[in-house]
């Protein structure tokens, strides 16, 4: 069936009901019980495996056509593609209702690999997937019969570790470990013969085949790897490519710890420490304990393939196969020195050469992921300075390809999994976040996951106000990578420099201007920088609002919420006071100073003004030390519209905190300061001019101005008859024409309701006192910690005892 065809088949099949189904495995049991199945009954079988595979659960067929399916692939003389087949079907059948196979007495090796794969894919107990990997790894160890092969056997065991690492005893372990060491290092260096093919032109005498090469042409003289290349392999050769391909997973379980089994646990101290001098001697391999002599023969493999790369045809030809293999060799390395501390030397000096060999290439960029990472494991051992090779990692290849999905994936991956080794060893990764969040802006929101993880680790004292700003400028660094991959693709006559005289009018043109490159180059650093470029970058920022609407741009933007909110309770775990003044101004500073996306904005402020909270109860002497900054922001009326989250909890927090509750050095010119400020604000908010609109305020702001004038004026209760008339005209306001028609009535409901709590608390000024004046001890309590909900109880129960209950008549 073509792909196309198969295509459009699937689509068909997933539609397919349980009837149909029926019937369409009565033709499948039609097709398989003529007298030999031919392209008819593979067809069928290839449909109905389409159809199995297309359900989203399991379906189980007719009792009588899984026992066909059964008897058909156990046949002998049944053909291979039909026998696959219905293998396939049985295991898109999993669990499968009256499956009887079993694989103890099968002797085809062909036929044992598939009725295993069967009987695997059942999800059934460890005992029954234990009892595969006896049955293969006793097919392993003995003569197999003539024409028969192990390596459809390989497959098979590499899934039984998979599932169940100790469904093997530790005596098969070795068996199996004898085998593979002795297939990585001795398969045949001469090519495989050709197959007759059976025809009139057949020759029975063909000519005998010659050596294996080199990816470069050269005849290989020392031994045989998967970069061995032939017209033909023999068998030994197809269990040598076999064996690499299983070789991590096997050192992985089995390398270096003993099995829990009966013979496992017999060995005398004595006896483990001989087996160590034996492994560190200069005795024949042949002596070693099995995975020790694995270990050895896996090592040299691997010294082969990263030697076979060095070859100079690899960088002519398509190398992905060469790079791949280079990979899993240098991965192998690091495990089995884990393993074995002995093979650290050698192993350190070789992969320092080959880095230094292929850190120049891009192409080898994935290859350098495994390098760093054994020298992040075993560096230190070795004695050797790595943080050349951790600059180069964290510098060059993400400011080049961070374009590049795959291997943003990968090396983001490995950040995360190494944040807690690289910074503990290396202050190189902790400078580079400016590059690593390339990654980021680039191809996110598949990566906010991993970032989610890294990020912690990035942050310190020193780190944190960059972190900040980077991450605020999130989007906007989106927009100037992509900026930077358009102007590297024009012909070298566009890039040269424009007039800094002319005023760009696009972004392609700023990149190129002169006045613009520093500020690009800032954006697009490689490392942490000590300079402010803030104010600069304001009108880059407004340049690069051309590609807002971007995709891409919109995707970051998403991010940084999340982002935001987790660097801020990382942050305070570790901030001095110092750091927390600072991130303070800085969000009053940046509110204003976003990329314009709108929905961008709004969530970067719900986040800010919740985050500025929390900075207020985690210090609130901050009030008292940032009075200035805090009256200037307070005192613009704009931001109530324009920053209304920031602007109520900034209001909230100077009522809340100017207080000698809170800090001593309160005064009360300060409070009177602010009482003014806010009054005027308050005044401008709810002034009514006639014949004029009247600007939409939230009623959260309103009502969050008139309880911190109310609580300022408890504490400066000179100030309590200015703020009680005030609170007396809102009534009016509430009531006027030009509100009613801007404000609904639970708004308007929710303000006069305030006001009149508040009034009633003022008639009282020694219980106003306590309840806007709490001790420290009490300033916690649960009505305190209210930031814009009603006031608390306790101005609830004043209100109370003030107004009459209905039907009360004075004495």
């Not at 993880?453 to 605020?472: K, N, V």
Request: overall charge negative.
């Amino acid at each position: 069936m073509g792909t196309a065809a198969a295509e459009s088949f699937l689509k068909q099949a997933r539609e397919v009901q349980e009837d149909e189904l029926s019937r369409f495995a009565a033709r499948v049991a039609a097709q398989l019980q003529g007298p030999e199945p031919g392209a008819e009954a593979a067809d069928c079988l290839q449909r109905l495996h389409l159809v199995l595979a297309a359900s989203k659960s399991p379906r189980q067929l007719d009792a009588q056509l899984v026992e066909l399916l059964q008897t058909v692939l156990c046949s002998p003389k049944c053909p291979e593609q039909i026998q696959l087949l219905c293998a396939a079907v049985l295991r898109e059948m999993a669990p499968c209702d009256g499956l009887h196979l079993s694989c103890h007495r099968i002797q085809n090796t062909k036929l044992l690999s598939l009725v295993s794969s069967i009987l695997l894919a059942q999800g059934e107990e460890k005992a029954a997937v234990s009892a595969v990997g006896q049955r293969i790894v006793k097919a392993l160890e003995g003569r197999l019969p003539e024409g028969q092969s192990s390596r459809y056997l390989l497959p098979v065991l590499s899934n039984v570790i998979s599932l169940s690492p100790e469904a093997l005893t530790e005596e098969q372990i070795n068996v199996v470990s004898k085998k593979m060491a002795d297939w990585l290092r001795y398969a045949s260096t001469q090519q495989g013969v050709a197959q007759p093919s059976g025809g009139f032109f057949s020759n029975p005498r063909t000519r005998q085949p010659g050596p294996v090469t080199e990816v470069d042409g050269a005849i290989a003289t020392d031994f045989f790897t998967v970069l061995s290349l032939g017209q033909h392999y023999t068998e030994d050769q197809w269990l040598n490519m076999q064996t690499f391909s299983m070789l991590r997973k096997w050192l992985l379980c089995y390398g270096s710890k003993e099995m829990n089994t009966p013979n496992s646990g017999d060995k005398s101290e004595v006896e483990r420490s001989v087996m160590s001098v034996v492994s560190s001697s200069s005795m024949s391999s042949r002596l070693l304990p099995p995975k020790e002599r694995l270990r050895e023969k896996a090592f040299e493999y691997c010294q082969r393939l990263i030697e076979q790369s060095n070859r100079q045809a690899l960088k002519k030809a398509d190398g992905d196969l060469q790079k791949a293999c280079l990979i899993e060799a240098v991965t192998i390395m690091d495990i089995i020195c884990k393993q074995d501390s002995s093979y650290v030397y050698r192993a350190a000096s070789f992969l320092k050469i080959l880095h230094g060999r292929i850190s120049g290439d891009a192409t080898y960029a994935r290859a350098l992921l495994p390098i760093a990472q054994f020298f992040l494991n075993h560096g230190e051992m070795a004695a050797v300075d790595s943080d050349a090779i951790y600059k180069h990692l964290f510098t060059d290849i993400p400011a080049q390809l961070f374009h590049n999905s795959s291997l943003a994936f990968e090396f983001v991956l490995f950040c995360k999994d190494n944040s807690q080794l690289f910074s503990e060893t290396s202050s190189i990764f902790r400078r580079s976040f400016p590059n690593l969040f390339k990654f980021l802006a680039w191809n996110s929101p598949p990566l906010i996951a991993e970032f989610v993880d890294i990020l912690p680790f990035l942050l310190d004292a020193g780190t944190a106000i960059e972190i900040f700003h980077l991450l605020l400028d999130l989007p906007c660094l989106t927009a100037a990578l992509d900026v930077q991959m358009r102007s590297s693709s024009l012909p070298s006559a566009e890039r040269a420099a424009c007039d800094p005289a002319v005023k760009p009018a696009a972004c392609l043109e700023a990149f190129r201007n002169p006045l613009y490159r520093s500020t690009f180059q800032y954006l697009l650093r490689v490392e942490s920088v000590s300079e402010d470029f803030q104010e600069r970058l304001i009108p880059l920022r407004q340049l690069l609002g051309s590609l807002a609407s971007s995709a891409r741009v919109m995707q970051c933007a998403d991010t940084v919420p999340v982002l935001l909110e987790l660097f801020f309770s990382v942050v305070a775990e570790f901030a001095d006071a110092s750091l927390i003044n600072q991130l303070v101004v800085l969000v009053l500073q940046r509110s204003d100073q976003l990329y314009e996306i709108p929905a961008f904005k709004d969530d970067v402020h719900r986040v800010l003004s919740s985050q500025l909270e929390m900075l207020c109860k985690l210090r609130p002497a901050l009030v008292v030390e940032l009075s200035k900054e805090l009256l200037e922001f307070s005192g613009t009326v704009s931001n109530i519209q324009n920053k209304e989250p920031i602007f109520t909890h900034v209001v909230w927090a100077i009522g809340e905190y100017m207080s000698v509750s809170y800090d001593k050095r309160c005064t009360v010119e300060q409070i009177n300061r602010f009482f003014e400020s806010l009054e005027a604000v308050l005044f401008e908010v709810t002034q009514v001019r006639p014949q004029a609109s009247v600007p939409s305020y939230a009623p959260r702001a309103i009502t969050v101005l008139m309880t911190a004038l109310t609580k300022l004026a408890a504490r400066s209760q000179d100030l309590i008859p200015r703020v009680s008339l005030f609170l007396s005209k809102m009534r009016t306001f509430v009531q006027s024409p030009a509100v009613t028609s801007v404000y609904c009535k639970e708004d308007r409901e929710e303000i006069l309701i305030r006001a009149t709590e508040l009034m009633n608390l003022l008639k009282m000024p020694t219980v106003a006192q306590f309840v806007f004046t709490p001790s420290v001890d009490v300033a916690h309590t649960r009505f305190q910690k209210e930031v814009n909900d009603t006031l608390p109880s306790a101005l609830r129960i004043v209100t109370r005892l003030l107004e009459p209950a209905p039907g009360f008549v004075p004495g």
